[in-house]
C-alpha cells in the first residue's frame, strides 16, 4: 500500500495487477474473519494477501513514513476503539511504517550476503510468533520485505539468482509455518497455502515493473477498475476494514479479530 504518485502510467501495470490480486484475496479473506468465520477455507485463501503488501515495502525504492500511511493508521485505531476492541495488536499500517522505518538499516547489517540473512531467518521465525500481541503479524513481515528487496537488487548483490530464489523461497515457507500455527488449519487447508505460497514466491522473484498497453485496451473502460483496485490500496483497505469490522461487531455480533 505505497504511495499514490501523481504521474501514474495510462497503461495498466505490473504493480497494479499484483495490488488487485491482493485486494481482491484480502477481501475473501476479511468475509471469513468479519461475516463468515465458520469458512476457515475463506481465512486459508486470504494468506495470500498481506505477503504481498509486505514484498512490495521490500521491493519499493521509496520508504518514506508517509502522512497519508500514518493517518490511515490512526483512523483504524480511533476505528477500532469505537467497537470496543483492543487497541493491540497495533494494526497492519503500524507494521508497514515499522518495516519502512527499519528495513534499510536491516539489510545493511546483514550485509545482504546469503548465510547471513539464512541465519537470520531462525531467529525471526521465533520473534514473529512472540510480537503479534504487540503489532500486526509482528515481524513477520519482514521475511517477504527482505524478499522484495533481494528481487529489487539481484543485480548489484553478491547473490546469483539461485540463492536469492532460495532465500524467497525459504522466507515464505517460514511465514507458511508461522500462518499455519496460528490459524490451526487442517491438513487440506495447510497443503492449500503452501501450494500457493510457492506459486506466489516463484512470480515474486521474477517480478518487475511493467506495462500492458495491450492489455489496457482490450479492457476498455474495465481498466478503470484494475487503476481503483491497484492505486487507491490504502483507502480501500481502511473504509472496508472499518466497514466489515462494525458489520461484524453490531449486526451479527461477532467477536471480530
Given at each position: 500500500m505505497g504511495s499514490l504518485s501523481k504521474n501514474?502510467?495510462?497503461d495498466i501495470t505490473s504493480y497494479d495487477l499484483l495490488k488487485t490480486f491482493a485486494i481482491i484475496t484480502m477481501i475473501i479473506d476479511h468475509i471469513g474473519a468479519y461475516m463468515m468465520p465458520e469458512f476457515i477455507e475463506l481465512r486459508a485463501i486470504g494468506r495470500l494477501s498481506a505477503p504481498v503488501w509486505f514484498f512490495l515495502i521490500g521491493y519499493a525504492l521509496n520508504r518514506k513514513l508517509e502522512l497519508r500511511l500514518w493517518i490511515g493508521a490512526?483512523?483504524?485505531?480511533?476505528?477500532?476503539?469505537?467497537?470496543?476492541?483492543?487497541?493491540?495488536?497495533?494494526?497492519?499500517?503500524?507494521?508497514f511504517l515499522l518495516i519502512r522505518l527499519t528495513l534499510n538499516p536491516l539489510m545493511k547489517f546483514l550485509e545482504i550476503?546469503?548465510?547471513?540473512?539464512?541465519?537470520?531467518?531462525?531467529?525471526?521465525?521465533?520473534?514473529?510468533?512472540?510480537?503479534?500481541?504487540y503489532i500486526e503479524y509482528g515481524v513477520l513481515g519482514y521475511y517477504c520485505a527482505i524478499s522484495g528487496y533481494l528481487v529489487r537488487h539481484k543485480d548489484r548483490l553478491n547473490m546469483d539468482n539461485k540463492q536469492i530464489?532460495?532465500?524467497?523461497?525459504?522466507?515464505?515457507?517460514a511465514y507458511?509455518?508461522?500462518q499455519t500455527l496460528l490459524f490451526g488449519f487442517n491438513s487440506m487447508n495447510s497443503a492449500f497455502v503452501l501450494f500457493s505460497f510457492f506459486i506466489l514466491a516463484t512470480i515474486l522473484s521474477e517480478f518487475k515493473s511493467k506495462t500492458y498497453p495491450e492489455l489496457t485496451e482490450k479492457l476498455g473502460s474495465m481498466k478503470h477498475v484494475v487503476f481503483l483496485t491497484g492505486r487507491r490500496t490504502l483507502e480501500i483497505y481502511v473504509i472496508h476494514v472499518l466497514?466489515?469490522?462494525?458489520?461484524?461487531?453490531?449486526?451479527?455480533?461477532?467477536d471480530v479479530p
Open positions: 501514474l502510467p495510462s490512526i483512523i483504524l485505531m480511533i476505528g477500532h476503539y469505537l467497537i470496543n476492541e483492543e487497541t493491540l495488536p497495533l494494526n497492519i499500517l503500524f507494521t550476503e546469503f548465510l547471513r540473512v539464512l541465519i537470520f531467518f531462525i531467529p525471526l521465525f521465533v520473534l514473529s510468533i512472540f510480537t503479534m500481541d530464489t532460495i532465500l524467497v523461497l525459504l522466507a515464505f515457507i507458511w509455518m508461522n466497514a466489515f469490522k462494525a458489520f461484524g461487531a453490531f449486526v451479527l455480533g461477532l
